[in-house]
C-alpha cells in the first residue's frame, strides 16, 4: 500500500510561513513516478480546493488565491514533496492535504492511483 504523510502543520500568526512535507512511503518503487502531484485544502464548511499542483516535468501550478506566497518543490532523494507558504492570512486555515494521481509500485508493475495523506492542520491567527 502506497502511503502519503503529511507534516508541518501548526499555529502561526498572520504573515508568517510554514513549510508543510508529504512523504510518500510503503510499497512505492519512487513517488516520483507520478504525472501529477499536488495540495489540497479543506476548510470547515467548504469544499476541497486545490492549491498547488507540479507535473512529472517540474511545472507548478497554483490557485489564485495563493500565487505569489505559495511554492511548491519536489526532493526526488526523499520520496517528497513540500509546500512553502508565506505570507499567511487567516483564509488559508485548512487541512492541508497532497495528492499523487498514480504512484508505481515496488513491483514496477503495477501501480496505485490518486493516492491522498490523512491531512496536517494549519491555523491562521489575525
Known amino acids: 500500500q502506497v502511503r502519503l504523510v503529511e507534516s508541518g502543520g501548526g499555529l502561526v500568526q498572520a504573515g508568517g510561513s510554514l513549510r508543510l512535507s508529504c512523504l510518500a512511503s510503503g510499497d512505492i518503487f519512487s513517488i516520483f513516478t507520478f504525472n501529477t502531484m499536488g495540495w489540497y485544502r479543506q476548510a470547515p464548511g467548504k469544499q476541497r480546493e486545490l492549491v498547488a499542483t507540479?507535473?512529472?516535468?517540474?511545472?507548478?501550478n497554483y490557485a489564485d488565491s495563493v500565487k505569489g506566497r505559495f511554492t511548491i518543490s519536489t526532493d526526488n532523494t526523499k520520496n517528497t514533496i513540500y509546500l512553502q507558504m508565506t505570507s499567511l492570512k487567516p483564509e488559508d486555515a485548512a487541512v492541508y492535504s497532497c495528492n499523487a494521481d498514480r504512484v508505481l509500485k515496488r513491483s514496477a508493475t503495477a501501480w496505485e492511483y490518486d493516492c491522498w495523506g490523512q491531512g496536517t492542520q494549519v491555523t491562521v491567527s489575525s
Open positions: 507540479i507535473t512529472s516535468g517540474g511545472r507548478p
